[in-house]
Structure formats: structure tokens, C-alpha cells
């Protein structure tokens, strides 16, 4: 069974920086085969798409965060990463990773805990 574990979150000042990751255990060596993305989810609001990488390397974005964060990964080491610059309190959310492919032949679709980003002076 696939499982992803939530890293890097914490306090951080307006313009400052965070790098989160994702760990994925489980997956019988087909991370490299994943959709995998990033989602926040804000007190009283909807879970929502903040950045999504393909197996393939594409990218995409909300148009909240292009030009601040970037994800990527390392299939190596079956992680995920989200890269915030210049954070403003807007992004003070829960940030959850999500996979999503088939594993032995069955199809996942797998989230992890979430880790909280506070962005405040």
C-alpha cells in the first residue's frame, strides 16, 4: 500500500521561503510512474490544486503561486517537492501531496497527512 508522509512546513515571515516534501513508501518501485501534485487547503475553504507534475516532468500551476513555487521530483528517492518563495499570508494553509497510478496493476490514488504552512510577521 502506498503511503506519503508530509515534510518542511512550519512559521514563516512574509517573503521568506519554504521547501516541503513528500515521501512516498509502498509503491513498489513505480513512483516514477505517478501524477503526482501538491493541494492546499485553507481554514473554511476547499481543498485546492496548487502544483502538479506528470511522470514525464510537465508542470502546472495555479495562477496563485506561477512564478513562486515549483515542484519537482526525484524519482530516486520517490519524493515529491514543493519550492515556496516569496510567501504571503494567503498561503497559510494545510498543504497535502497526492499520487495518483497504478501500482501492481492496481490503480492508487493516495494522500498523505498534510503539513501546515503559517506565513505571518
Known amino acids: 500500500q502506498v503511503q506519503l508522509v508530509e515534510s518542511g512546513g512550519g512559521l514563516v515571515q512574509p517573503g521568506g521561503s519554504l521547501r516541503l516534501s513528500c515521501a512516498a513508501s509502498?509503491?513498489?518501485?513505480?513512483?516514477?510512474?505517478?501524477?503526482l501534485s501538491w493541494y492546499q487547503q485553507a481554514p473554511e475553504k476547499q481543498r485546492e490544486l496548487v502544483a502538479a507534475?506528470?511522470?514525464?516532468?510537465?508542470?502546472n500551476y495555479a495562477d496563485s503561486v506561477k512564478g513562486r513555487f515549483t515542484i519537482s521530483r526525484d524519482n530516486a528517492k520517490n519524493t515529491v517537492y514543493l519550492q515556496m518563495n516569496s510567501l504571503k499570508p494567503e498561503d497559510t494553509a494545510v498543504y497535502y501531496c497526492?499520487?495518483?497510478?497504478?501500482?501492481?496493476?492496481?490503480?492508487?490514488?493516495?494522500w498523505g497527512q498534510g503539513t501546515q504552512v503559517t506565513v505571518s510577521s
Open positions: 497526492h499520487a495518483v497510478g497504478r501500482r501492481l496493476g492496481r490503480a492508487i490514488d493516495t
Open positions: 509502498g509503491t513498489a518501485f513505480s513512483f516514477s510512474t505517478y501524477a
Open positions: 507534475i506528470t511522470s514525464g516532468g510537465s508542470t
